[in-house]
C-alpha cells in the first residue's frame, strides 16, 4: 500500500493543483492546502471552530458524515453549500485518493 494519495485543489481563481498528501502523518485536507501554502487559514488550528477552512467537495469521493461540530460551524459560515465541508474535518486516507475541492471563497 503506498502512503501518498493524490489531493486535487481548486484555488480561488481557478487554478487547479494536483497535491501529493501523505497518508501516514494524520493529517488532514486543510495541513495539506497550507503545507502548499495555499491561501487556507484555519484560524483555529483544525477545531472544526472558524470555517476558515471551507471547501467544496466537487467529485463523487465518499466521506465520512459530518460530525455535529462541523455541521454547526457550517450553519454559521459564509457561502455554504451542498458540497460544504470543512478541510479540517477531511482526514487523508486511501479512500480520498483522487478527490477534488475548490476552495471556499
Do not use: W
Amino acid at each position: 500500500m503506498k502512503d501518498t494519495i493524490k489531493v486535487i485543489i481548486i484555488d480561488r481563481t481557478g487554478v487547479t493543483h494536483e497535491l501529493d498528501a501523505p497518508t501516514d502523518m494524520n493529517m488532514n485536507i486543510m495541513e495539506i492546502c497550507k503545507s502548499y501554502e495555499l491561501p487556507v487559514e484555519g484560524t483555529c488550528g483544525g477545531m472544526a471552530l472558524c470555517a476558515s477552512c471551507q471547501v467544496y467537495l466537487e467529485s463523487d469521493t465518499s466521506l465520512p458524515e459530518q460530525s455535529d461540530s462541523e455541521l454547526a460551524m457550517l450553519d454559521q459560515a459564509f457561502h455554504v453549500k451542498e458540497n460544504s465541508r470543512l478541510g479540517c474535518q477531511i482526514r487523508i486516507t486511501q479512500a480520498i485518493d483522487g478527490i477534488i475541492l475548490r476552495l471556499a471563497p
